[in-house]
């Protein structure tokens, strides 16, 4: 199945050139996170929203479902 993954630029891996992540049906949103390469300890420093919402790590993804991620705090 794939799932569409926003951000973190750069830092993320195993996507293609659109974004799009292939993940085993079943998986977890926790499982996603890991097979793109962020430690469990990057979810506590930025938000990470499935469909635009906040998520426990074990929710089942859908084929289709948008991984996003937000920084907490902003400064300039």
Known sequence: MRIKVFGPFGLARNLD?????????????????HKIGLPTTFARIVRVALNG????MDTV???GDV???FA?????
């Open 17 to 33: 050139e659109k974004g799009w992540l292939d993940i085993e049906e079943g998986a977890t949103l926790g499982q996603a996170i």
């Open 53 to 56: 919402q906040t998520q426990p």
């Open 61 to 63: 993804l859908k084929e």
């Open 67 to 69: 991984i996003s991620f």
């Open 72 to 76: 907490l705090i902003y400064g300039g």
